[in-house]
C-alpha cells in the first residue's frame, strides 16, 4: 500500500525556522515526484514547493512567496522528502501537506494539487508571536 507520512510542524516565533518530512511507503521516490502544498482557512490549497522524480537528474520548484525561505531536498535512500523553512512569516502559518504523482511533470504544472495521487496526513504550521 502506497502511503506518505508527515512530521514536523508546530509553533514557531516569526523568522524561526522549522523542518517538515514526508516519508513514503510501498514506493521508491526514483520515480515519484513529491510537491509540498499549504492551505489556510478560507484559503485554497496552495503549490508551495515540488521536487521532481529523480530517475534522469531531480529539479526543484518553488513559488514566488517562498523562495530564498523554503528548500525541498530528499533522501532516497530513506525515502523522505524535507521541506526546510527558514524566516517563517506569519503569513506562512497553514496546514500543509506533502504529495506524491508518478513520473515528472510536463511544463509548469508542479503546482496543480489535482495531478497529485498520493497525500499525507497533513501538519500545522503556526507562526505567531
Known amino acids: 500500500q502506497l502511503q506518505l507520512v508527515q512530521s514536523g510542524g508546530g509553533l514557531v516565533q516569526p523568522g524561526g525556522s522549522l523542518r517538515l518530512s514526508c516519508t513514503a511507503s510501498?514506493?521508491?521516490?526514483?520515480?515519484?515526484?513529491i510537491g509540498w502544498f499549504r492551505q489556510a482557512p478560507g484559503k485554497e490549497r496552495e503549490g508551495v514547493s515540488a521536487i521532481s522524480a529523480s530517475a534522469s537528474g531531480s529539479t526543484t520548484d518553488y513559488a514566488d512567496s517562498v523562495k530564498g525561505r523554503f528548500t525541498i531536498s530528499k533522501d532516497n535512500a530513506k525515502t523522505t522528502v524535507y521541506l526546510q523553512m527558514d524566516n517563517l512569516k506569519p503569513e506562512d502559518t497553514a496546514l500543509y501537506y506533502c504529495?506524491?504523482?508518478?513520473?515528472?511533470?510536463?511544463?509548469?504544472?508542479?503546482?496543480?494539487?489535482?495531478?497529485?495521487?498520493?497525500w499525507g496526513q497533513g501538519t500545522q504550521v503556526t507562526v505567531s508571536s
Open positions: 504529495a506524491a504523482v508518478a513520473g515528472k511533470f510536463a511544463g509548469n504544472n508542479w503546482h496543480r494539487h489535482v495531478l497529485y495521487t498520493y
Open positions: 510501498g514506493f521508491t521516490l526514483e520515480y515519484y515526484s
